[in-house]
Each structure stands twice: as structure tokens, then as C-alpha cells.
């Protein structure tokens, strides 16, 4: 602990001295998995990247102590020597503890233990006045609750302690197809009411007519003796494409034994199936051989950083929502008719509690929520790409569903506040001196410019290097050059 006391100490030094000065500032983690555009500047943040240390395992009584720059890959290879795992660990290695818990965070266990943050069961948090505090369901109970999903905006959270859970070295897969969106909807439903008997719940919806209902329980090597199968090494295949597999022309269901750390991140490589996205941008044939070629720029934390080097963000949907199931099959219906967008996922999410739900100006009623991811490729103009953001976002709220604050966030401030509970958001914003950092609309607003004439060009760049930027396939190969060179997109040099 040493060593993490002295990084704190240093840290809220920092944040005292903009307290101080009354300087507003943004906190710098070194990455990001979110799909918005940074605008931190270098002369502006408080840099928290060196808290990325597993600080202790408590293998007794079944915790993690970590600070909230480590990855899940690592508090996984951490815990698994114990035989213990977290119980949500979202499928993107380089997601860190401390934005699944400021963000929002899910996975396919996420129906029997509800979002990372429920996981969560204390915090160390740095005041924006410099002030280092513990917070906990018993302690500050407020705070606690009140900055998980906040994205950062009432403090700096230095230290979480993360319930842990028995693991097996294998997860056994079964892969159900289904034939209808009705029929994927209702089987992922049905799954979740058998919490004791299974672990992970997940579906892949790949057209209308056809989809894959996937669960899975720990299990043991010996477990009806099946074939091992793997999805994280080069010559492996992308799971979503081996799902599809399993289940094309099937009626009935199919099992398989995958490694455990295999099964966690298995929609590492190609980004469940953006990938193949950037496979189209390019007009290059996504096959096992380009796959494999190409293997070292399809890991997901490589891919965003081409995705916010290149700006294809702007060009691309990349959001998920979260919907009671009452409404979900008639939002994935409007996906079907609006953008026509497959596959889509589905994740099936226990509710937050009531008291980590106060940030909502209506909280959720049912036993149980469907998360939706929507992954594809958008409108090319500027105007009609953010008229279609802000259309799904209309349609979620009037089925009072959310998104998920990783993405592009088309609402206006007025709209913004029609969701979350501004009066009890500021409350805690002021009882909590956290006045200097950014809040949440702050944080998650997109600037819709320049959508004005349906124009693509970026107003601060030249004429010129706008014509430049607009022939294809300009962005994309500076987006792959620049991660190769391995460049900072975070952090900005501040104006002279």
C-alpha cells in the first residue's frame, strides 16, 4: 500500500492546487474504450495513469483490491491462481475497473449480479477539493452510490474493492438457435429465471429470421468430455462467426468446453464484429487468411485507437441501450426497419438497487433489463448521421430505456436532464465540492457541427487538408499509421 499512498497523496496535491486556483480540470487515465472524442488538454487534467496496480488479493474472504487503472485481463490473471474471478468481467481486456464501475458495465453474467458497479463494495475517492475519502453502502453511502455510472464527475476514485467468486477452469458453452426476434427475445428471458443452474446468458441476433441464444456454466475438463475450443489466439476463429456456425440449419441446441480466460474475452479479436467493419472501409475480403494477417490490428483496444485517430467514429453506430424487456423486441424491431443494422447483441442485466438508482429520474421496474448492442456502419453525411442518433435516442427514452455513456450522446441539455435527476445529481455535486470537475451532460454531449449543409469538414483543420482528409481511404490508413507509430489521441498540446 505504500506505494498506492504516496501516488494518492501526489494526486490530490495536484487537485488541490486547481482547487485552489479554481480551475476546472478533467482527470487523464492514459486509454479510454469510450467512442467519444477527447478534449482533455495537457495543461488541464490531473494525470491518474499510474494507478494500475492489483494492490492486494484477499483470497479468505473472496476480494480484490485494485486501483482503477487495471484492466480486466489483469485483475483476471490476478485472481484465477486463487481460483476466484470477478463476477461481471466486461469482454474487452483493456476495460480498467475504474471505468466499468464510473461507466457502465456489463456482460453475460450480468443477469445474476447486475452491472460491474453492483460488484463493486467500497471505494477510495479524491475529493475535487483535494479531500481523500472511503465510501461504501455503510459509509458515505451517498458518494458510494452516487458515482458509480457518473463518469468520474463527483470525484476520483483511487481504490475499489471488488467482490470475487469461485471459478472453474472451463465454461461450458450451448449455443440455441432461434428463428425469430420474438423467439431470441423470449428464449433470453427464459434463461435468466434459471439463475442457479446457469452463469452466463448472452444472444446474437444475425438477421431477422436467425439468431443464437448462447449460455454457459462453469465447468470442470471432464464435463461430458467435449471438444475444447479456444478464441483468443491468431488462428483462432471470431466467436461471433463461430456462434453463426454452430447453429446454422440447426434445430436443435449444441455444446462445447471453452477456456475460461478464452470465453471472457472472447469478442476481443475483431470487436464482436466491427471489425469487420474496417474490413469493408477498406474493401478487403474479411476471411480466416486477412484475419490472421491482420490479427495485430483487430484487438479491440488497437481498434479504438484507429477509430478516434481516423474519426470513423463520426461515421459509424457504435451505442448500446438498455431497454425493460417489455419494450425491447419493439426497439430491436425499429432498429431492424430504421437502420437495418446485424448482428445486434443482447445481454440481459439484473436492475440496479434502488438506492444506486437515484441518479435516474425514473428508475426501473422490472425484474429484469435486455441491453442492445447496435454495432454498424452509419449515414456518410454529417447532418443525417447525428438526425439517426437522435432519432434512436427519442424512440429508447419513449421506451424508457437508456444508452450506455461510452458513446456519442445527441441530446440536448434539456433532454439530457428529462432522464437523469438533475436536482439530486447537483445536490450531491455540492455536498461533495466536486464543482471544478466536468458533470455528466459535460462529459457526454457530442457536438453535432459541422452538420449545417451536410458538410463532412472538420472546422478546425485547412481547405486543404479537409479536401485531403475526404478522399477515401485517407482517414482510415492515418487511423492505422498512427497506432502503429503509437501516438497519444488523448491528451491535446495547449494553444499557445
Known amino acids: 500500500m505504500e506505494k498506492h ?110 452491472l460491474f458497479d453492483a460488484t463493486i463494495l467500497s471505494i477510495e475517492v479524491i475529493l475535487a477539493d483535494g479531500t481523500v475519502v472511503n465510501a461504501s453502502a455503510t459509509e458515505k453511502s451517498d458518494l458510494f452510490f452516487g458515482a458509480a455510472r457518473t463518469c468520474g464527475s463527483l470525484g476520483i476514485v483511487t481504490l475499489l474493492e471488488v467482490r470475487l467468486i469461485q471459478a472453474k477452469p472451463y465454461v461450458e458453452l450451448t449455443y440455441h438457435p432461434v428463428t425469430s426476434i420474438d423467439a431470441a427475445v423470449e ?22 429470421e436467425r439468431g443464437a441464444i448462447i449460455t454457459g456454466i462453469f465447468a470442470d475438463s471432464k464435463t461430458k468430455g467435449s471438444k475444447v475450443r479456444r478464441f483468443t489466439r491468431a488462428r483462432d476463429q471470431w466467436f461471433y462467426i463461430h456462434a453463426e456456425r454452430q447453429v446454422r440449419n440447426r434445430t436443435t441446441p449444441v455444446t462445447e468446453l471453452v477456456p475460461i480466460v478464452d470465453y471472457l474475452f472472447r469478442y476481443d479479436r475483431g470487436a464482436f464484429w466491427t471489425g469487420k467493419v474496417g474490413f469493408d472501409y477498406f474493401s478487403v475480403r474479411c476471411d480466416r487468411l486477412s484475419r490472421l494477417a491482420l490479427n495485430r490490428l483487430l484487438h479491440t483496444e488497437t481498434m479504438y485507437r484507429a477509430l478516434h485517430y481516423s474519426e470513423l467514429d463520426q461515421k459509424v453506430i457504435l451505442q448500446d441501450y438498455v431497454l425493460p424487456y417489455s419494450t425491447s423486441n419493439g426497439f430491436i424491431q425499429y432498429v431492424n426497419q430504421t437502420c437495418k443494422i446485424f448482428p445486434l447483441w443482447l445481454c440481459p442485466i ?98 453535432p457541427a459541422p452538420a449545417a449543409e451536410s458538410k463532412n469538414d472538420n472546422p478546425n483543420r485547412s481547405r486543404i487538408v479537409n479536401r485531403v482528409w475526404n478522399i477515401w481511404p485517407v482517414p482510415g490508413l492515418y487511423g492505422v499509421l498512427k497506432v502503429l507509430v503509437g501516438a497519444d489521441y488523448l491528451l491535446r498540446k495547449p494553444k499557445a
Open 5 to 114: 499512498n504516496a501516488e494518492v497523496a501526489r494526486i490530490a496535491s495536484e487537485v488541490q492546487g486547481f482547487h485552489y486556483r479554481k480551475e476546472q480540470f478533467r482527470i487523464y487515465h492514459g486509454s479510454t474504450n469510450s467512442t467519444r472524442a477527447s478534449n482533455r488538454r495537457r495543461d488541464q487534467i490531473v494525470d491518474t495513469s499510474a494507478l494500475n496496480q492489483v494492490v492486494r488479493i484477499d483470497k479468505e474472504r473472496k476480494r480484490a483490491f485494485v486501483e482503477p487503472k487495471v484492466r480486466m485481463d489483469e485483475l483476471v490473471h490476478a485472481t484465477l491462481p486463487f481460483n476466484l474471478v470477478p463476477p461481471v468481467v466486461m469482454e474487452f481486456p483493456a476495460i480498467t475497473a475504474g471505468g466499468g464501475f464510473a461507466g457502465m458495465g456489463c456482460e453475460s453474467s450480468s443477469f445474476k449480479y447486475g
Open 187 to 208: 428464449l433470453c428471458h427464459s434463461f435468466t429465471k434459471d439463475e442457479g443452474h446457469v452463469d452466463f446468458v448472452e444472444g446474437i441476433i444475425y438477421s431477422p
Open 350 to 447: 439484473k436492475p440496479p438497487a434502488p438506492q444506486s438508482s437515484t441518479m435516474y429520474k425514473h428508475p426501473f421496474s422490472e425484474d429484469m433489463l435486455l441491453n442492445i448492442g447496435v454495432w454498424g456502419p452509419g449515414p456518410k453525411e454529417r447532418d443525417a448521421f447525428v438526425q439517426l442518433h437522435r432519432d434512436i435516442e427519442h424512440k429508447v427514452n419513449s421506451l424508457h430505456g437508456i444508452k450506455w455513456p461510452y458513446s456519442h450522446s445527441y441530446w440536448t441539455e434539456a433532454e439530457f436532464w428529462g432522464f437523469y435527476n438533475q436536482d439530486a445529481y447537483g445536490e450531491l455535486r455540492a455536498k461533495w465540492n466536486a464543482a471544478l470537475l466536468p458533470s455528466m451532460y459535460d462529459k457526454l454531449k457530442a457536438d
